[in-house]
């Protein structure tokens, strides 16, 4: 038998490839100085380009000319992209003969250098697979649906994206976490236990602890310690338990208490009462005594049950909460704190009749995953129980009539699929030797598949995504679709495909994108793109203030996410013009978006048959300052610090995310504190910061998107004045039915400015026109940030050929999402390495 190195020396010649992959990867030839380049920014540019001044933080002087670092390429495109649109110099006298022969002359040497790097190495450097698709290629392969990727390190975002290579590095620390991972997923994996107990009962508010405490004792009685009088925070009818407190209430469902991990049936019937056409709603909470999060929210109807059904993953540690919505503020603004009894008091309530709860879901046992892995001779029951683990007493085994046969077949058919394509004859022959070798030493069946299967998930040919310079074989096509659409491994239809060497051609790749994109799968590239592209991920990044917004809450912050979602997946889905990135003629909302847009009566006229909580297409009334991403809330508040909105912030976030022209790094300046008082605006801040020619240079271009957008606040509200809690006059509108007194209405905003080339804009309605005068550029924007995100490789200067054709490929064919999707596929930028 050949010998086998030990686990760890396997580890640690991983490492080594690692290291003198990236070392190989790293070696680029040094370009020489471009020809006349040096004169012309001496003459031209070091007047405001110096150590001094660092006009857009650019030092003359201290440019590095070496193009192989990412920086110094990146600084040099900048530098030609200025030349060409007539930025650089500014305000320059030159004339195109002069400026013309310099951008070419940059032009050639950036374009041959890069040209070259990518003809030897291809676009995409040697790329692992970031932690979300590590955790669902284990699920695929173990059959398990464990959470997995918090245990790991995050993921770097080069490029804006946790696909792309340059952030997704190697180290000693990142090969430990994935050994501790892949050790859990594999203990779900293998369960041999007892099949865990099955809880299934219908249960009642009335019987809840806390309820009854509440409920039992006198309305009125004065607490001797507090010296509080005890008020009532639900009502009891025959049929249900009516909560009627806005704030804290004991809503803990303590009956229930998941006597094991996995997927849970929740059912609850509920219903409104004394709603005043006000929102009512259920909602459902999980928590484990330290965070809780929101599973599910349902609207009610007055006086009607509705009966509502979800699952979800619970764990042991995990309690559920079942809170009302709209509730307790009467129609003088009054809650149960201020009310001298709540006997025959009318106020928005929940009435809850009763939770049902099933689970864990449980098809067979011992779970499918067992046989998946192991073989499905392998599993026998015990006669008598076994020892005792956290989950039950061990009452199968895994013992095939032949180990090494069982094994052998087993490890074959798992690293076929773990490495998604077939592997060579003798490919698996050192991981089955590895099992073989434990199982020589006495180690039972199941450790030694352990070991083997930790050193096939631990391999690089798992790890790594298997893609050569050139054009992309139909496995690693396969892989390349699947992970960009569903963040996971190739299904068996893409790997059959792969395997005819049919899945290349044109109509086939083609329909494979199309299926991929209408599977309920792709909500993974919804979520993932969105989530990076548009920073849906920093939702949470900041709190709004409470006394400036004390309407934001949870549900209005999952009905932001959920809009901009929905508007990308109905961008895909009916092919609609790119253009509606920009200027819609429709929103994506709920209910509680509705109102916050002041779109409630465009909103019940759109589905009567919905309920508020689910998204539906809604038509823009004439007039409407909303339409196109820039005005959904979610963006508005990701691009706001959450207790005053910034034109710099937002301006430069259009720049990059939508316009596809990132400005330039700001130079070292102070920033500006935010004014709560309501003493001064932002934009008589920023014209003081503008004086300054350094600054002015950057702002110019950065500032017009963000005043336009002055007329949004920090949760994506509409405003005519900005708040204070300071000056101002007290608002008019109410606040779940009472009066607000938290903020007041200060000084008037002002969205009016003019772009950098001196064309006016009165408010948001008009500068997206302005925008939408170049349509080409805003495909341009998608079509890098998507083929960026899809192929883990950042646009770059050799590749914008290919851009302009698929960019006048999608114009000519009227522009739509999904057309953008299906040429940037078909391109070389997707096909190719």
Avoid at 169 to 175: D, F, H, K, P, T
Avoid at 357 to 375: A, K, M
Avoid at 718 to 734: C, D
Wanted: glycine share 6%; net charge negative.
């Amino acid at each position: 038998m050949a010998h086998v190195p030990h686990p760890s020396m396997i580890l640690v010649r991983i490492v080594l490839l690692f290291v003198v992959v990236r070392w190989v990867l790293s070696i680029t030839l040094v370009a020489a100085p471009p020809t006349g380049v040096g004169p012309f920014l001496a003459e031209n540019c070091k007047q405001c380009h110096n150590a001094t001044d660092m006009a857009g933080g650019l030092d003359i002087d201290a440019l590095d000319w070496a193009i192989e670092s990412q920086e110094n390429r990146q600084r040099w495109v900048r530098i030609h992209d200025r030349v060409v649109r007539g930025e650089m110099p500014p305000e320059s006298a030159l004339k195109d003969t002069e400026l013309g022969p310099i951008a070419e002359t940059l032009k050639n040497s950036l374009h041959a250098e890069i040209s070259e790097r990518q003809d030897r190495d291809g676009r995409t450097s040697f790329r692992r697979l970031n932690r979300r698709e590590f955790e669902n290629s284990l699920h695929d392969l173990l059959g398990i649906d464990t959470p997995l990727q918090h245990l790991l390190p995050e993921d770097g975002r080069a490029s804006g994206y946790d696909t792309v290579s340059e952030g997704l590095r190697i180290s000693g620390l990142q090969l430990e976490k994935y050994l501790e991972v892949i050790e859990i997923a594999l203990d779900d994996c293998v369960r041999l236990t007892d099949a865990p107990e099955v809880f299934q009962k219908r249960l009642r508010y009335h019987d809840e602890k806390g309820v009854r405490e509440n409920l039992d004792k006198a309305e009125g009685v004065v607490d001797p310690v507090s010296g509080e009088r005890h008020r009532q925070l639900f009502r009891q009818t025959e049929d249900a338990i009516v909560f009627i407190s806005h704030g804290y209430s004991p809503d803990d469902l303590r009956q229930f208490s998941p006597p094991a991990n996995g997927l849970y049936r929740i059912r609850a019937s509920a219903y409104a009462v004394d709603s005043r056409q006000e929102t009512v709603a259920l909602k459902v909470y999980s928590s484990d005594w330290k965070t809780s999060r929101m599973l599910r929210y349902f609207e009610l109807r007055e006086g009607v049950p509705r009966i509502v059904e979800f699952t979800t993953r619970l764990t042991p540690k995990d309690h559920l909460r079942f809170a009302g919505y709209g509730i307790g503020i009467d129609a003088q603004g009054k809650s149960v704190w201020n009310v001298e009894t709540v006997k025959d008091w009318k106020v928005p309530g929940m009435a809850l009749e009763w939770v049902e709860i099933e689970g864990p879901l449980i098809e067979t046992w011992p779970p499918e995953s067992v046989s998946r892995v192991f073989g499905d001779s392998s599993v026998s029951k015990l006669k008598q129980r076994g020892r005792w683990t956290q989950n039950g007493h061990i009452a199968y085994e895994l013992k095939p009539e032949d180990p090494k046969t069982e094994s052998q077949d087993a490890l074959h058919r798992f690293a076929q699929r773990a490495f998604r394509r077939p592997i060579q004859d003798g490919e698996a022959d050192r991981f089955i030797a590895l099992a073989h070798s434990e199982l020589d030493s006495g180690r039972t069946y199941e450790q030694a598949m352990r070991v083997a299967l930790r050193s096939i998930l631990i391999s690089p040919k798992f790890l790594m995504l298997d893609e050569t310079p050139g054009k992309l074989d139909d496995y690693a096509l396969a892989s390349r679709l699947s992970y960009c659409f569903w963040s996971s491994p190739p299904d068996e239809e893409l790997l059959d495909l792969a395997k005819s060497g049919k899945l290349s051609e044109a109509d086939v790749l083609r329909a494979q994108v199309d299926r991929l994109l209408d599977s309920p799968r792709s909500q993974e590239f919804v979520v993932s793109f969105a989530g990076q592209w548009l920073d849906l991920f920093q939702i949470d990044a900041t709190t709004p203030d409470a006394k400036l917004y004390p309407e934001y809450d949870d549900l209005l912050r999952d009905s932001m996410v959920a809009e901009t979602q929905s508007f990308l997946r109905e961008l895909l889905q009916k092919n609609l013009p790119i253009g509606a990135i920009i200027d819609s003629d429709f929103v994506m909302i709920d209910r509680r978006l509705a109102d916050h847009y002041g779109l409630l009566d465009e909103f019940h006229h759109s589905d009567s048959n919905l309920y508020g909580e689910e998204i539906r297409r809604v038509q823009l009334p004439q007039g409407s300052p909303r339409g196109g991403i820039m005005t959904h809330a979610s963006v508005l508040k990701v691009t706001a610090n959450g207790t005053v909105t910034s034109p710099v912030l937002r301006g430069a976030w259009i720049l990059r995310r939508l316009i596809g022209r990132p400005p330039s790094p700001p130079p070292p300046v102070n920033s500006i504190e935010p004014d709560t008082r309501g003493a001064t605006t932002i934009r008589e801040q920023l014209s003081k910061h503008r004086d300054s020619e350094t600054c002015n240079s950057c702002h110019r271009e950065i500032d017009p998107p963000g005043f336009a957008l002055e007329s949004f606040d920090v949760i994506g509200g509409f405003r005519e004045r900005y708040r204070s809690v300071g000056e101002g006059t007290p608002p008019t509108s109410k606040l779940h039915g009472r009066d607000i007194w938290e903020y007041k209405l200060g000084k008037p905003v002002d969205s009016t400015g003019q772009t950098s080339d001196g064309i006016a804009f009165s408010n948001i309605d008009t500068y997206r026109n302005i925008l939408l005068r170049d349509q080409a550029q805003i495909s341009r924007s998608l079509v890098e940030q998507f083929a960026t995100y899809a192929t883990g490789a950042a646009i770059s200067f050799a590749d914008r050929a290919q851009v302009d054709r698929i960019v006048a490929d999608v114009q000519a064919s009227g522009g739509g999402g999904r057309t953008l999707v299906h040429r940037v596929v078909a391109s070389k930028l997707f096909t190719h390495k």
